[in-house]
């Protein structure tokens, strides 16, 4: 409602909710504190997992923030934001969701002391902006180049591994996420595009130890000739169509009159002639298998056999894309325009049942651009963590691949720009600097977690960290969970590092929405629509408007 000449102007539909400055950015405040609260206990080595239960009663077990905060029914907008940041976090580096929004709710809890003093939502805002670029550029001056060296990826991955259900394999699955990332990166990918060259397959039985890595693709399909080969070896050539492999149907009505007994005969042997071209014309190329996007008929599937060619239909557009970036192939949409070129190889190719599943191998591909790995496991609560463990650790050996810059983990980075932070607002004038003084603090809230997540007393250690990085050339001091004290965690046998575009993005992504909750001075909700009568879909239970159960008038049950 506005006012013009003193005249109330009523301009919101009625029932729409409207909450203006404080109260509309302290709503938003507490809901984000909220979301940090859920996934706070998660961080660290130490971190407690949580089981979230859906609306069909489906379990999951787990400590990874993004899976938690995606699996959250949240309905507040300042909630959904928080959410969405992770969202964005996971997409571009894989790692440090629970630490963008703990840090968002920090920022967001300081800003709120400094607002109670007096200082304007705007002024928070702009310090905040300085002290996120300074940051960032804090960050890549402390950062040290990773040459691609196998062990600094390998330590990274375990790092972000070191808190997931699945930590007693870590060691394993990170050398899994380094050796598969190095095979399949190619220069200029972001980790996002990286990953998805990747499949993961997940089947009960045996141990997670028994998980492996194909260098190819593994199909959930069977042959389509019960007497086809169930295996093939020594170097096979492999065609990728997306040519149906049957009669087309004319797309109109017509009438074939037939007079006698050869007439029939000749029609038929017509259809079959064409299903044999499909054959010769793949024999003739020396093809071995062929794996087709679209249908292939009984009467085809019995000339490839004939032919010796191993046959599979109805591949995903997706698996098919995947199987040609392993083998080197093009996916043709017209095989009587296929040549040898189009064709691609692999080593051997093998039907096995898997977990009562069958599957179709094909490996030994000769610098394959997609891999599968083959994740096994005694539960399937076991295995979907481990396929979310490793995601992790793909998308943080993708990032390294990318970016090629680490930093030391265990809050030791945060530390030290905390630090470096305090050093620069002391440059500035204005209430601008209480801005970048609580947002230097604010970057304290990461080791203060992973402290009280172990059971370390955050006061001692965070005054013992404050002492050690208040030195030039000690950006590498953070916690050592389990002896519960400061260490330089760039060195010794288990060094704990982070890809330093994590950090950075974390921080970017958390001033973000702190900066965009800050600029809120009024939340406008609208009335929720009016829904059906209790137990009424739209037409009632019977589909008819006005009808009652099964279609029935009401009163004629």
């Given at each position: 409602?506005?006012?013009?000449?003193?005249?109330?102007?009523?301009?919101?539909?009625?029932?729409?909710?409207?909450?203006?400055?404080?109260?509309?950015?302290?709503?938003?405040?507490?809901?984000?504190?909220?979301?940090?609260?859920?996934?706070?206990?998660?961080?660290?080595?130490?971190?407690?997992?949580?089981?979230?239960?859906?609306?069909?009663?489906?379990?999951?077990?787990?400590?990874?923030?993004?899976?938690?905060?995606?699996?959250?029914?949240?309905?507040?907008?300042?909630?959904?934001?928080?959410?969405?940041?992770?969202?964005?976090?996971?997409?571009?580096?894989?790692?440090?969701?629970?630490?963008?929004?703990?840090?968002?709710?920090q920022l967001l809890t300081v800003a709120e002391e400094l607002m109670e003093q007096g200082v304007h939502?705007?002024?928070?805002?702009?310090?905040?902006?300085?002290?996120?670029?300074?940051?960032?550029?804090?960050?890549?001056?402390?950062?040290?180049?990773?040459?691609?060296?196998?062990?600094?990826?390998?330590?990274?991955?375990?790092?972000?591994?070191?808190?997931?259900?699945?930590?007693?394999?870590?060691?394993?699955?990170?050398?899994?996420?380094?050796?598969?990332?190095?095979?399949v990166y190619e220069e200029g990918q972001t980790s996002y595009e990286s990953v998805k060259n990747i499949?993961?397959?997940?089947?009960?039985?045996?141990?997670?130890?028994?998980?492996?890595?194909?260098?190819?693709?593994?199909?959930?399909?069977?042959?389509?000739?019960?007497?086809?080969?169930?295996?093939?070896?020594?170097?096979?050539?492999?065609?990728?169509?997306?040519?149906?492999?049957?009669?087309?149907?004319?797309?109109?009505?017509?009438?074939?009159?037939?007079?006698?007994?050869?007439?029939?005969?000749?029609?038929?042997?017509?259809?079959?002639?064409?299903?044999?071209?499909?054959?010769?014309?793949?024999?003739?190329?020396?093809?071995?298998?062929?794996?087709?996007?679209?249908?292939?008929?009984?009467?085809?599937?019995?000339?490839?056999?004939?032919?010796?060619?191993?046959?599979?239909?109805?591949?995903?557009?997706?698996?098919?894309?995947?199987?040609?970036?392993?083998?080197?192939?093009?996916?043709?949409?017209?095989?009587?325009?296929?040549?040898?070129?189009?064709?691609?190889?692999?080593?051997?190719?093998?039907?096995?049942?898997?977990?009562?599943?069958?599957?179709?191998?094909?490996?030994?591909?000769?610098?394959?651009?997609?891999?599968?790995?083959?994740?096994?496991?005694?539960?399937?609560?076991?295995?979907?963590?481990?396929?979310?463990?490793?995601?992790?650790?793909?998308?943080?050996?993708?990032?390294?691949?990318?970016?090629?810059?680490?930093?030391?983990?265990?809050?030791?980075?945060?530390?030290?720009?905390?630090?470096?932070?305090?050093?620069?607002?002391?440059?500035?004038?204005?209430?601008?600097?209480?801005?970048?003084?609580?947002?230097?603090?604010?970057?304290?809230?990461?080791?203060?977690?992973?402290?009280?997540?172990?059971?370390?007393?955050?006061?001692?250690?965070?005054?013992?960290?404050?002492?050690?990085?208040?030195?030039?050339?000690?950006?590498?001091?953070?916690?050592?969970?389990?002896?519960?004290?400061?260490?330089?965690?760039?060195?010794?046998?288990?060094?704990?590092?982070?890809?330093?575009?994590?950090?950075?993005?974390?921080?970017?992504?958390?001033?973000?929405?702190?900066?965009?909750?800050?600029?809120?001075?009024?939340?406008?909700?609208?009335?929720?629509?009016?829904?059906?009568?209790?137990?009424?879909?739209?037409?009632?239970?019977?589909?008819?408007?006005?009808?009652?159960?099964?279609?029935?008038?009401?009163?004629?049950?």
């Open positions: 409602m506005s006012q013009l000449g003193g005249v109330p102007v009523i301009i919101l539909r009625e029932g729409t909710e409207s909450t203006k400055g404080k109260g509309a950015r302290n709503k938003n405040i507490q809901a984000i504190r909220a979301v940090a609260e859920a996934v706070k206990t998660t961080l660290g080595p130490r971190g407690m997992d949580k089981m979230l239960v859906d609306s069909l009663g489906d379990v999951t077990i787990t400590n990874d923030g993004a899976t938690i905060l995606d699996k959250l029914d949240v309905d507040h907008p300042g909630a959904k934001m928080a959410v969405e940041i992770a969202k964005n976090q996971d997409d571009q580096v894989g790692d440090g969701t629970t630490s963008a929004v703990i840090v968002a709710a939502p705007n002024t928070v805002a702009n310090g905040f902006r300085k002290a996120m670029k300074k940051a960032l550029t804090i960050i890549e001056e402390v950062a040290k180049p990773t040459e691609n060296n196998p062990e600094i990826l390998k330590h990274c991955a375990q790092t972000t591994m070191n808190s997931k259900g699945i930590a007693g394999k870590r060691e394993f699955f990170a050398q899994i996420a380094v050796d598969v990332m190095m095979k499949v993961v397959l997940k089947k009960k039985g045996k141990s997670l130890q028994e998980t492996e890595v194909i260098s190819g693709i593994v199909l959930e399909k069977e042959p389509v000739h019960p007497l086809m080969p169930k295996s093939l070896s020594g170097g096979i050539k492999i065609a990728t169509v997306a040519h149906a492999f049957e009669i087309k149907k004319t797309e109109f009505s017509s009438e074939l009159r037939i007079t006698d007994a050869s007439q029939m005969q000749a029609f038929l042997d017509r259809e079959e002639d064409v299903m044999k071209k499909y054959a010769d014309k793949l024999k003739e190329l020396g093809v071995q298998a062929v794996i087709n996007q679209k249908g292939i008929e009984d009467t085809a599937a019995h000339y490839l056999n004939k032919a010796g060619i191993f046959a599979i239909k109805s591949v995903t557009k997706s698996d098919i894309e995947k199987l040609a970036r392993a083998t080197g192939a093009t996916v043709v949409e017209d095989i009587f325009t296929m040549d040898a070129k189009d064709l691609g190889f692999a080593e051997s190719l093998e039907c096995k049942s898997v977990a009562g599943d069958d599957l179709v191998f094909i490996s030994g591909c000769k610098d394959p651009k997609t891999l599968t790995v083959l994740i096994r496991g005694g539960t399937t609560s076991v295995i979907e963590e481990a396929e979310r463990t490793l995601h992790d650790a793909l998308s943080v050996v993708g990032t390294l691949l990318d970016k090629k810059l680490f930093v030391a983990g265990g809050g030791a980075i945060e530390m030290e720009v905390s630090a470096r932070l305090l050093d620069f607002a002391s440059e500035e004038k204005g209430k601008e600097q209480l801005a970048i003084e609580s947002f230097a603090r604010s970057l304290e809230c990461i080791p203060i977690a992973l402290a009280e997540n172990a059971g370390i007393e955050p006061i001692d250690i965070i005054a013992k960290l404050r002492s050690k990085h208040a030195k030039p050339g000690s950006d590498g001091w953070g916690l050592e969970i389990y002896a519960g004290k400061p260490k330089n965690n760039y060195v010794g046998p288990n060094p704990v590092l982070e890809p330093a575009a994590s950090i950075q993005t974390f921080i970017k992504s958390a001033t973000e929405l702190a900066v965009l909750i800050l600029r809120i001075d009024e939340m406008i909700k609208a009335r929720k629509s009016a829904g059906p009568p209790p137990g009424m879909g739209p037409g009632g239970p019977g589909g008819m408007p006005g009808m009652g159960m099964g279609g029935m008038p009401p009163g004629m049950m």
